[in-house]
């Protein structure tokens, strides 16, 4: 279906702390999956993928964890700063076709 | 930056009129697609453009269209707008089907 969800529309974190964003996906059969941060005013910007053949991926202070059984994905960041602050949006893709993107997740970092 | 521009970056439009939004894709991109995302939302898919096809469409009406040009930039027009058109417009490009997509920064539609 087209229902990406999160489970916690805000979140906030105290600088250096890590932060922890969920993403329910409803579609059994997507295969590609894309966690963006939005910036006021801005586009999205890409920070990490991961494809369904994979159950983690890491990259600089990112990390995704997928999991299928439950169909559930995950952004950690690790060491949070006040410059990621940001809406974060998990998208699911299957058959090569559309994005389909949950409502987003607010992250506050405190100083 | 990830060489997806569009334009403009803002415009108020009357209801009724129409509406042409532009976007120019990354650099050896072929797959354009147009997203809306209203206030407080995540995107919603319009519709895909790969190699100049339209290939694959959301729940937008006809009213929406769009084309691909040969060196792969695109258009979106959207006819008789309507007041919950006003949105900001964001266009992606990727290198071919079933890759990563990069968003540009958007046109900000705003109809009165």
């Known amino acids: 279906g087209e229902s990406v969800g999160l489970h916690l529309p805000t979140l906030s974190v105290q600088e250096g702390d890590n932060s922890i964003i969920n993403c329910a996906y409803s579609n059994s059969a997507s295969d590609y999956f894309i966690w963006y941060k939005q910036e006021s005013g801005k586009g999205p910007q890409f920070i990490i993928d991961i494809r369904s053949n994979m159950d983690k991926r890491q990259g600089q202070r990112v990390t995704v964890l997928l999991n299928k059984t439950v169909k559930h994905l995950s952004l950690q960041i690790a060491a949070t700063q006040p410059g990621d602050s940001a809406v974060y949006f998990c998208a699911e893709q299957y058959n090569f076709n559309k994005f389909y993107f949950g409502s987003g997740t607010k992250l506050n970092v405190k100083p | 930056e990830t060489g997806v521009t569009q334009s403009p970056t803002h415009l108020i439009k009357t209801r009724g009129q129409q509406v042409t939004l532009r976007c120019s894709s990354q650099?050896?991109?072929?797959?354009v697609s147009w997203y809306q995302q209203a206030l407080g939302q995540g995107p919603q898919f319009i519709f895909q453009y790969y190699r100049e096809e339209e290939n694959g469409r959301g729940n937008f009406p006809p009213r929406f269209s769009g084309l691909q040009f040969p060196n792969y930039s695109s258009e979106l027009n959207v006819n008789a707008l309507e007041l919950d058109d006003s949105a900001l417009y964001l266009c992606a490009s990727s290198l071919d089907l079933g890759n990563t997509i990069y968003f540009g920064e958007g046109s900000w539609l705003t109809v009165v």
């Open positions: 650099s050896g991109h072929n797959t």
